[in-house]
């Protein structure tokens, strides 16, 4: 299977009119609608997070900020990451060697290039950590999800034409090191595309730097180290490519933000105008994996076996509209939803989270499903309806895997819960720590998300359910309500 990073960037433009066209709409709906309980680090949002695990991405540095760091090379100015001074750089560097772990020989029909080692280069510490800091959280929450990071300059490779790599991986170089990332320095060149293979996945990633907002935009691609990889022939002009380490230095434990009062509404305005610019959520190149959609099916098995009847999870992707057409959805959305749909009775929503950050809430996240399209699938009202827990005015808490939801005073659908998987695009977007602050729009302690979820049920028990109502509501008990007691098989 072949993909071309052009397939591959239609994801990020859904992102952006997704985003403008229910922007409007997201800050001006009712808050009374009865919601899901939303949880996080559960077995089912851990199972999926491993189905989304994607062995290369790639994504621009954010045109919001100004990114550059100077360089130098023995002492000697050599420009800058935006106006880099090639002849500088080129008068220094030695010929790529050829080998595995000590480096030996040069073989240029292998590799023709040459290259800086890190200890040569000088850059501007702080500029530099800015961009090494912006390369974390993209990686955190796609490649390394939920990992602690070091990031560091292992070499500067220069291909000037007739410059390639053929296909190889990059053998480690310490226990830690598990992944690389490339970093293009702004100039110009012809030929020389990026090549990555994992798992019979092939994508062509074009490291030029991007323009955004009339801005060029550097490319990083970052990748584990036993994905192969190739640089075509370089045909024209120079290519210079900051070349990084990856070291997984331990786990990072789930973000704190349903207890964080003032985190969340800045990731909300960012969100805002991340998805407002463009072009740049993390594209990811994951294979979806039988064994591991397998395991989500046991685990959704398991949670209608314990009694929670609609188990909601949100989608990988994020999409201009939330439809139960099987052919909007893309990547693992759709190979999950092919997989579910023979054995449960699945639908596609839009969601969005309520997300209090009064300061004396703990956690106050609900997920609300709603329809966006015409033509949409829609469960019986009554459902929502019947189902609230009436007793919620009382504070409740509840631990379950781990984690402790708290609610007060919601209206919650009884027997169902939304997981939240770290993988998600809503994860990314609640995830992304960026430094600027460019909110303006404040909501009375409270933000919404939006995304768009899949929601499942035992096959059938929907119909069975309406069945049962009717005929409860016959024998006029409890006006129909006990029917949300039973579980049907
Ligand atoms: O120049 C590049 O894009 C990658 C170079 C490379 O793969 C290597 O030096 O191992
Ligand atoms: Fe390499």
């Not at 973000?255 to 959520?281: F, M, Q, T």
Request: with cysteine; charged share 30%.
């Amino acid at each position: 299977m072949s993909q071309t990073a052009a397939s591959q960037s239609s994801g990020s433009e859904h992102d952006l009119s997704i985003f403008k066209r229910i922007y409007q709409r997201l800050l001006s709906l009712p808050q009374e609608k009865e919601g899901y309980k939303v949880q996080t680090n559960t077995r089912l949002a851990h199972t999926l997070d491993k189905l989304a695990d994607s062995p290369f991405a790639s994504f621009p540095l954010d045109p919001r900020s100004k990114w550059d760091f100077s360089i130098k090379v023995k002492g000697e100015e050599a420009g800058t990451l935006m106006n880099p001074d090639v002849s500088v750089l080129q008068k220094h560097a030695t010929p790529s060697p050829f080998g595995r772990g000590e480096e030996t020989g040069i073989d240029p029909s292998y590799k023709n290039g040459t290259e800086l080692k890190a200890r040569k280069l000088k850059l501007s510490a702080a500029e530099h950590q800015r961009v090494i800091d912006h390369i974390y959280w993209n990686l955190t929450s796609s490649v390394f999800l939920g990992k602690n990071l070091r990031i560091e300059l292992y070499k500067l490779v220069i291909c000037e034409a007739g410059g390639h790599f053929n296909w190889h991986r990059d053998s480690p170089h310490s226990d830690a090191h598990h992944g690389t990332v490339l970093l293009a320095l702004n100039t110009e060149w012809e030929g020389g595309e990026f090549m990555l293979r994992h798992g019979g996945v092939e994508v062509n990633i074009d490291m030029h730097p991007t323009t955004i907002q009339n801005k060029s935009r550097p490319l990083v691609a970052a990748f584990y180290t036993d994905t192969e990889h190739k640089v075509m022939p370089v045909t024209n002009g120079v290519r210079l490519i900051l070349q990084y380490d990856v070291e997984v230095i331990g786990e990072r434990p789930p973000p704190e933000r349903y207890n964080d009062d003032e985190k969340p509404l800045r990731l909300a305005a960012l969100c805002a105008k991340r998805l407002e610019s463009g072009k740049l959520v993390t594209a990811t190149y994951a294979k979806p994996d039988d064994t591991l959609i397998q395991a989500v099916i046991d685990e959704i098995k398991e949670l209608h076996d314990e009694g929670t009847n609609i188990v909601a999870f949100p989608l990988f992707h994020l999409y201009r509209r939330a439809s139960v057409k099987r052919e909007y959805l893309k990547g693992n959305d759709s190979a999950l939803f092919d997989a579910l749909k023979d054995q449960f009775d699945i639908s596609v929503d839009t969601v969005l989270f309520y997300y209090d950050t009064t300061p004396w809430s703990v956690l106050r996240c609900v997920a609300y499903r709603y329809s966006t399209e015409i033509g949409q699938v829609k469960y019986p009202e009554e459902e929502f309806t019947d189902e609230y827990d009436d007793d919620s005015d009382e504070e409740e808490s509840d631990i379950k895997d781990g984690y402790t939801y708290r609610h007060k005073k919601e209206r919650v659908i009884k027997d169902a819960a939304f997981h939240i998987p770290r993988a998600s695009a809503i994860e990314k977007i609640l995830e992304q720590e960026l430094a600027e602050w460019v909110g303006n729009e404040r909501q009375k302690g409270e933000i919404r998300y939006y995304g768009a979820g899949m929601f499942v049920k035992p096959k059938n028990e929907r119909l069975s359910s309406v069945h049962e109502r009717e005929a409860m509501n016959d024998s006029d008990e409890d006006g129909g309500r006990a029917v949300k007691k039973r579980r049907v098989e």
